[in-house]
């Protein structure tokens, strides 16, 4: 049978998968759901044997059914192969009474990589499916991190091209040169004089102009869009947490129907919706328990009923998870409001408005699932400190906030039992710094790259490829514009 998607602002709109992947967003500016959750119908004993691959495409065909058996293969096979640097592709690590679930073995050392890599293969796919003639054009504003990880995903993809703008003064060294000697013929880095929000500006105009569409289209190109709400990333991001569990239950550190927790350092909302739906698909998860830095809009909406984005923003160690609006909220709002379109849009519309919403205590009994609660500056670089001293492992300041999180829980509700991944979502390389000096301030007179050899040192882990190759790749793109210069900037790179 067809698994449907549906807008969370209009029931009417309903699409296949791949429809909801090539579209990314609804025509009313809502977020594609499936319009039931399959059932994870697979015996235990079956799981436990299979390969991260194998396990993706469990997954995989019960979400995406308009793919047929071998495209789902050749996308699968095609995104989870060497590009990892582990086998395993997720391997669990046990250290100080949980398990780190290690989202960072991808090309950009992030979790991003995990659905941005198999994100370009289901788009072109579906690009097939639908009868799609043009060149796929992926345009992207990034504060750092998503921005590398859709290149890496998307360089060299055929019938692809992929656009990246970020801030030019607004994002680390590291990231800048991660973007900008990003090889590939089909990839396109600018910087822009201008700020994140001015460059999410001007590409979302880019995306809205129909005159530039039209032109795009005679030139044999479409827009499309790589962006964390896409379906295309949330179901992917689902099959981790299956293959945890199963690794667990091979493992012998569970039982049959041992119900587990499952903490994630969360920004955007994606990472931890994609736990909430391995739930409800039928995996035995406890709580999922989600973790803020200061920018503590989830935890004071899961104590108080009321998302309020009206308040300072951040800057803290966790850059990643520096956001007020949390996109893929809007999935679980949608569904504790029972799945009623008109109710969210209102929500969502008031969000637009006043910049905040409240839910009701019927749709409050809903968030039952989660706890929320977040981790400041100071205890997280204490966290990654203490984990350092006593088990040798080091932890990105991402992952640090989650592992506070779950301190905090286990001390605010007596669950100390309950087995518990905590979601590992990047490689303590791409943070050197905050990760160092938290360990001991003596390393902050070091140079970055100092730094990377030290923490390989200390950590006793080989510097990932992702960092060899910056400190001495070549720059290659060195494009900067003015922010009302960026379409133009991309008729030029399209040669229009
Ligand atoms: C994107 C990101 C997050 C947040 O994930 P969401 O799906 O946006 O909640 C956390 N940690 C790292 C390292 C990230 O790159």
Not at 63 to 86: M, W
Not at 106 to 114: L, V, Y
Not at 185 to 203: H, L, M
Request: aromatic share 10%; hydrophobic share 40%.
């Amino acid at each position: 049978m067809e698994l449907m998607y549906a807008s969370t602002r209009d029931e009417k709109e309903k699409v296949t998968a791949s429809q909801a992947i090539l579209k990314g967003l609804a025509n009313d500016g809502g977020l594609f759901v499936p319009t039931e959750i399959p059932a994870l119908d697979i015996d235990i004993e079956t799981l436990a044997g299979m390969s991260y691959q194998e396990t993706a495409y469990e997954v995989l065909k019960r979400f995406l059914t308009d793919y047929t058996e071998e495209e789902l293969r050749h996308c699968i096979n095609s995104a989870y192969d060497g590009k990892f640097d582990t086998e395993e592709i997720a391997p669990l690590v046990d250290a100080d009474g949980a398990y780190y679930l290690e989202l960072f073995h991808g090309s950009t050392i992030a979790f991003k990589d995990m659905a941005l890599s198999i994100l370009p293969y289901l788009l072109t796919t579906a690009a097939k499916k639908n009868q799609v003639k043009n060149e796929i054009v992926i345009l992207t504003a990034t504060s750092g991190d998503t921005g590398k990880a859709a290149l890496a995903g998307f360089a060299d993809v055929p019938g692809t091209k992929i656009i990246v703008f970020y801030p030019k003064n607004g994002v680390s060294p590291i990231q800048e040169k991660q973007m900008i000697t990003q090889r590939g013929d089909n990839t396109f880095v600018v910087g822009i004089n201008g700020n994140f929000d001015q460059a999410q500006t001007g590409v979302k105009q880019m995306f809205a102009d129909s005159r530039l569409a039209a032109q795009m289209d005679e030139a044999g190109y479409q827009f499309s869009s790589a962006n964390s709400i896409n379906i295309g990333r949330l179901v992917p991001q689902i099959v981790y947490y299956v293959y945890a569990y199963a690794k667990l239950y091979a493992n012998g550190v569970i039982a049959r129907d041992e119900a587990i927790n499952v903490a994630v350092p969360t920004g955007n909302f994606g990472n931890i919706l994609a736990a909430f739906y391995a739930k409800n698909m039928g995996l035995p998860i406890a709580k999922l328990i989600c973790a803020s830095n200061e920018n503590k809009v989830l935890y004071d909406f899961f104590a108080t009923g009321t998302y309020d984005k009206n308040r300072e923003f951040v800057l803290t160690s966790s850059p990643s998870m520096d956001i007020l609006i949390s996109s893929n909220l809007e999935r679980l709002i949608y569904r504790i409001a029972g799945n009623d379109a008109s109710k969210n849009a209102d929500l969502m519309k008031s969000l637009n408005t006043q910049g905040c919403y409240e839910i009701t205590e019927q749709m409050r009994a809903g968030l039952q699932d989660f706890y929320g609660n977040y981790t400041d500056e100071k205890e997280t670089a204490e966290v990654i400190r203490s984990l350092y001293e006593k088990t040798g492992y080091v932890i990105d300041t991402h992952t640090a906030v989650a592992s506070g999180v779950y301190h905090k829980y286990k001390a605010g509700t007596g669950d100390t039992e309950t087995k518990t991944v905590i979601a590992s979502t990047a490689s303590p390389f791409k943070f050197t710094r905050s990760v160092m000096e938290a360990i001991d301030e003596k390393y902050s007179s070091m140079t970055d790259f100092e730094l990377v050899d030290a923490l390989s040192r200390i950590g006793n882990v080989k510097v990932p490829q992702a960092i060899e190759e910056i400190r001495t790749a070549p720059v290659l793109h060195d494009t900067v514009c003015e922010v009302g210069e960026m379409p133009s900037v991309v008729k030029k790179f399209l040669k229009m």
